[in-house]
């Protein structure tokens, strides 16, 4: 399972052309006598983060670097910082320093910036936050006017310090000489986090009502082997809208996949219908072969991809939906695209969905 603490948000979607912005995880090298600054790309990592990260531009980057706005990044690739960015990262090669024993806030202030914020990414719970930054989740609550019932929402900004009217006299003065937000976690921590969190410990962010219906049927693991993605090749469409058309052409369970995700025509942008296939733990009727429909639970996107490329919260949500479907079916269910598992020939879902990114993302 993914760490809390370590996811982003879609704030660059793939599509733009600086890809999917998931977990970020970086890593710095220096090449050459004159010590070219180069950033080794890790999971997550789009330009428009890496130009962020540098204090230069994606444009630059570009340049430095012969990328297009839609060249891909790959695990590994090494990115030549331009060099007018050093003056302004040094401070990333060497870490920030530590803070001063002087300085230390009382416990009851957290150890960052007075102006640090993080924004709200796929995963986080208030804990999680709390447990990266050395605030406690009440706190983190009680500074951006959450209830204890509240959500957290993909984008949602999120102080890491109250204001300071909010202090007393004693601490403004300590919260206004911590420079920047200081992570209590090391990486290595936070895997071991990681692997100690239980599925209590993580909120689904984009499953929505849906999760209720999921969860409801008893799924026996091992029944399912495969998670299909197929598109609708139309511009809009819904759960009933397919059931219909299904059933007028014989299938007498109608809909022939379980799980349906709007792009904001008839429902809303990624958000997921539960078919009666999966209600009933039923075969689907997506494939061109009855053995495979047996064991491979479909997913349709509402779309047309051969000439549009799927919305960022629809791909967003498909991730999160086939992770959660594999903690209840097993995490041995493999994820497929239709043209890769159908007998007969086909471009669905469309030869501009995501594919490569999707299998990045999810094998």
């Known amino acids: 399972m993914r760490s809390p603490a370590r996811f982003c948000w879609l704030a660059v979607c793939w599509w733009a052309g600086a890809g999917l912005l998931l977990p970020v995880s970086s890593s710095l090298a220096q090449q050459g006598s004159d010590q070219q600054l180069t950033h080794v790309v890790s999971k997550g990592d789009t330009l428009w983060?890496?130009?962020k990260k540098y204090g230069t531009?994606?444009?630059?980057?570009?340049?430095?670097n012969k990328l297009s706005q839609f060249s891909a990044l790959y695990i590994g690739q090494r990115i030549r910082i331009p060099s007018t960015s050093r003056s302004q990262t040094d401070d990333t090669i060497v870490?920030?320093?530590?803070?001063?024993?002087?300085?230390?806030?009382?416990?009851a202030t957290p150890r960052v910036g007075a102006d640090a914020q993080h924004t709200v990414k796929k995963g986080d719970t208030l804990t999680g936050i709390g447990r990266r930054y050395g605030v406690a989740p009440s706190d983190l609550a009680r500074w951006n006017g959450l209830g204890s019932q509240s959500v957290l929402r993909l984008g949602m900004t999120l102080r890491l310090s109250p204001l300071p009217n909010d202090l007393p006299q004693s601490s403004r003065q300590v919260q206004t000489e911590i420079p920047r937000a200081i992570p209590v976690h090391t990486p290595e921590e936070d895997r071991e986090e990681e692997e100690t969190l239980t599925r209590a410990d993580r909120e689904w962010l984009l499953l929505g009502k849906a999760k209720g219906l999921i969860d409801q049927p008893s799924v026996k693991v091992g029944r399912w082997k495969y998670i299909v993605i197929h598109h609708s090749g139309s511009d809009s469409g819904s759960a009933r809208v397919f059931d219909a058309y299904h059933r007028e052409k014989g299938m007498e369970n109608g809909l022939a996949y379980h799980f349906v995700i709007g792009n904001g025509t008839l429902t809303g942008d990624g958000q997921i219908e539960v078919g009666?296939?999966?209600?009933?733990?039923?075969?689907?009727?997506h494939l061109y072969s009855e053995q495979l429909n047996q064991i491979?639970?479909?997913?349709?996107?509402?779309g047309n991809f051969t000439t549009k490329k799927p919305s960022a919260r629809q791909v967003a949500t498909c991730i999160e939906l086939v992770e959660y479907l594999r903690q209840r079916c097993g995490s041995r269910v493999k994820f497929v695209v239709h043209r890769e598992i159908n007998p007969r020939p086909t471009e669905c879902p469309g030869k501009t969905f995501p594919v490569k990114f999707m299998h990045n993302e999810l094998d």
Request: overall charge positive; hydrophobic content about 40%.
């Open 276 to 285: 009666s296939r999966w209600q009933r733990q039923i075969k689907g009727g």
């Open 57 to 64: 531009t994606v444009s630059a980057l570009q340049s430095a």
């Open 296 to 302: 491979a639970i479909g997913i349709c996107f509402v």
């Open 49 to 51: 983060f890496i130009a």
């Open 95 to 107: 870490g920030p320093p530590p803070p001063s024993p002087a300085a230390s806030p009382p416990s």
